[in-house]
T-cell receptor, first 114, second 111 residues
């Protein structure tokens, strides 16, 4: 079984709809992240969480919110989806082996907002 | 501005034709330089972390090296299954968990 899972894997929705993307991990890591990937722009950090009570904004948090329901679960919500939120979304987890976090990514969710 | 730049954007090789991918970085206080492989429709797969200039790491046909300004991913005698996008990322300063990514090099290895 995969260590980091994301649901759904694909989603098509309409402008203005509320969307939730879910991430679960069995790696036992405390830190979890949400990224989006756009062609030509690379991966950009949306939110990250050090533990259930510690959630931080990343580079591009506007229009998004998150919830850390448990150590193993981290959800990303789009309260009112807009077309420029069409992208690939990745969840990641990390540990601090070697003094620097090594991040491990899930398989991604392809989101299309019409 | 802190940034990571990868070149070339795309590279086409014949099977067995060795080459290198470049990742140049301008960040303050590099903590770690990461290489990932990403296949179409999948999440990035961790390959290597390099921490200091002069460090090298190898895995099968891949070898990553690091200088004070850039990192190289050397691919020796590539095979078609090495075709993927290779991503470079850096952590720097006090935030060891914040990765800044390059836009990747799309590698195609033809039989």
């Amino acid at each position: 079984d995969a260590d980091v899972t994301q649901t759904p894997r694909n989603r098509i929705t309409k402008t203005g709809k509320r969307i939730m993307l879910e991430c679960s991990q069995t790696k036992g890591h405390d830190r979890m992240y949400w990224y989006r990937q756009d062609p030509g722009l690379g991966l950009r950090l949306i939110y990250y969480s050090f533990d259930v009570k510690d959630i931080n904004k990343g580079e591009i948090s506007d229009g998004y919110s998150v919830s850390r329901q448990a150590q193993a679960k981290f959800s990303l919500s789009l309260e009112s989806a807009i077309p420029n939120q069409t992208a690939l979304y990745f969840c990641a987890t990390s540990d601090t082996t070697g003094g620097t976090d090594t991040q491990y990514f899930g398989p991604g969710t392809r989101l299309t907002v019409l | 501005e802190d940034q990571v730049t990868q070149s070339p954007e795309a590279l086409r090789l014949q099977e067995g034709e060795s080459s290198s991918l470049n990742c140049s970085y301008t960040v303050s206080g590099l903590r770690g330089l990461f290489w990932y492989r990403q296949d179409p429709g999948k999440g990035p797969e961790f390959l290597f972390t390099l921490y200091s200039a002069g460090e090298e790491k190898e895995k099968e046909r891949l070898k990553a090296t690091l200088t004070k300004k850039e990192s190289f991913l050397h691919i020796t005698a590539p095979k078609p299954e090495d075709s993927a996008t290779y991503l470079c990322a850096a952590t720097y300063g006090g935030a060891t968990n914040k990765l800044i990514f390059g836009t990747g090099t799309l590698l195609a290895v033809q039989p």
